[in-house]
């Protein structure tokens, strides 16, 4: 009875939220005021409760501090269950699109994907490789080095879960459920992304980043392909320090082959990212065939 009780309510839970079409102008205050204000109020006062019970040094502090990101979903989750119930409850039609990746067999897809990531983050560094890394960010992946294992976990595990979940799962979905394009609906919930990390160094990497998690959620409506993305996204740069423990934190690719060859480097980048989507692009089923509205079915628990 407990086990049928649980999966009815995963079923109704995923009724919500395949109901919520949140605008445009809403998605813009979860982001901001909710998860960004919200979430930052959360984790100091995570953060104070930490000190008060275990009396932390302020570099220990820090990182019990990046170790509490996912309180920084605190306020988002009961606002996101609570509105996509009204929503539900409203008898909107529901978006039912199960997760397809083509004629590819997922166990390629997810190796392509592997492959990518370190591809296209060189592509798209020319971007940022301007912008001076912040002190914040060089603090973390040096208590990375030092075998930190809950920023790992944080970084690696809980943000992709947590971040593509809201991006993908809840905004660039309902925007699409609105009517809006892909285009607009892929670069608006990119934007999102890249503000949310309140910082200049991420925000235009991010964006780009986004762009790639929205086009490959779009076309295959699998959650875990933006997620599996993201952290393979984020363990890579947390990997490079620690199998290199001696290069400073903001080492770029430039920094490691040198001005003559970078311009190499960079065109194969962006020759094999290009290819690899290209290859993504014809496996991948028409987005069309994904775009099955249903009407609310009852549930009962």
């Not at 995923?14 to 979430?39: F, N, T």
């Not at 160094?201 to 295959?220: C, D, E, N």
């Not at 320090?241 to 190499?264: H, I, Y």
């Amino acid at each position: 009875m407990l086990f049928i009780f649980a999966a009815n309510l995963k079923n109704l839970m995923r009724k919500y939220l395949d109901a919520y079409k949140p605008s445009i102008w809403e998605l813009w205050l979860i982001m901001l005021v909710i998860l960004c204000l919200g979430g930052t109020v959360a984790t100091l006062i995570g953060g104070k409760v930490i000190s008060i019970l275990f009396r932390p040094d302020p570099e220990s502090l820090k990182t019990w501090l990046i170790g509490l990101y996912p309180l920084s979903f605190t306020f988002v989750f009961p606002y996101v269950y609570f509105r996509a119930k009204e929503f539900y409850l409203r008898g909107n039609p529901t978006l039912h699109a199960a997760a397809s990746f083509g004629r590819l067999p997922v166990v390629l897809v997810f190796l392509l994907f592997l492959v990518l990531v370190p591809f296209f983050n060189i592509a798209i560094e020319p971007f940022s490789m301007w912008i001076p890394m912040p002190d914040l960010f060089k603090e973390i992946f040096a208590s990375v080095v030092q075998g930190n294992w809950v920023t790992v976990l944080s970084v690696v595990v809980a943000a992709p879960l947590l971040e593509e979940w809201l991006l993908r799962g809840v905004a660039l979905k309902g925007l699409l459920q609105r009517g809006y394009s892909p285009a607009a609906a892929i670069c608006w919930t990119a934007l999102m992304f890249g503000v949310i990390h309140l910082n200049p160094w991420q925000a235009i990497p991010a964006f780009l980043m986004g762009i790639l998690f929205g086009w490959v959620y779009w076309r295959t409506r699998s959650l875990w392909s933006s997620i599996f993305l993201h952290a393979v996204n984020n363990g890579m740069t947390l990997l490079l320090t620690l199998v290199f423990p001696d290069l400073a934190e903001d080492t770029s690719t430039l920094d490691l082959v040198g001005m003559e060859r970078f311009p190499l480097v960079l065109a194969a980048a962006i020759t094999a990212s290009a290819l690899i989507i290209w290859l993504l692009h014809k496996q991948f089923p028409p987005s069309a065939s994904l775009l099955k509205r249903e009407e609310k079915p009852q549930i009962t628990l």
